[in-house]
């Protein structure tokens, strides 16, 4: 089967450091990548990694260790506008088919 | 248009009514995705199109579903004797369709509802 396994909240505080994990277990595996998506709003792209290593954004770091099936989202100096779900997703055959996680959604608090 | 766009943004229909969804993708993009997402859960992967054809339509939860792209842009998800379980907001997303990475730009979604 196919899975993503992320928590379903987390909570920080207005400049702290905060990581979201993600595990998947998939049939292929062509890259994993994580999405924002605010409350009412639309998913929004933000970062992707096909090979092992960590990727920097700006405030937002994804790490991915393809031998572990694990990857992680780091967000940094958070701010109040971090508040809202992330998911991360995997491409898992050769084509464009993208499985999502549930969600982990994120409170930052002052 | 600048990104996505998905008409209506509200639909609500009663059990057993036919309904059509749309959406438009950016232009040029070659690719073209529709998930399903209920409250508090990730989007849920339905289908995409890689030009006219649908590459993938293996999330299509059963024959009532049906979407096409007939020219290779706009797309119309069509759902047939509604249910109240198909109650959701239905979103479409593009991509360029080439790069590895695949960056998918979602419209705003279509909340459907049904009674």
Known sequence: GQSLEQPSEVTAVEGAIVQINCTYQTSGFYGLSWYQQHDGGAPTFLSYNAL??????????????????????LLQELQMKDSASYFCAVRDNGGFKTIFGAGTRLFVKA | GAGVSQTPSNKVTEKGKYVELRCDPISGHTALYWYRQSLGQGPEFLIYFQGTGAADDSGLPNDRFFAVRPEGSVSTLKIQRTERGDSAVYLCASSEGTSGKNEQFFGPGTRLTVL
């Open chain 1, 52 to 73: 092992d290593g960590l990727e920097e954004t700006g405030r937002f770091s994804s790490f991915l260790s393809r031998s572990d099936s694990y990857g992680y989202l």
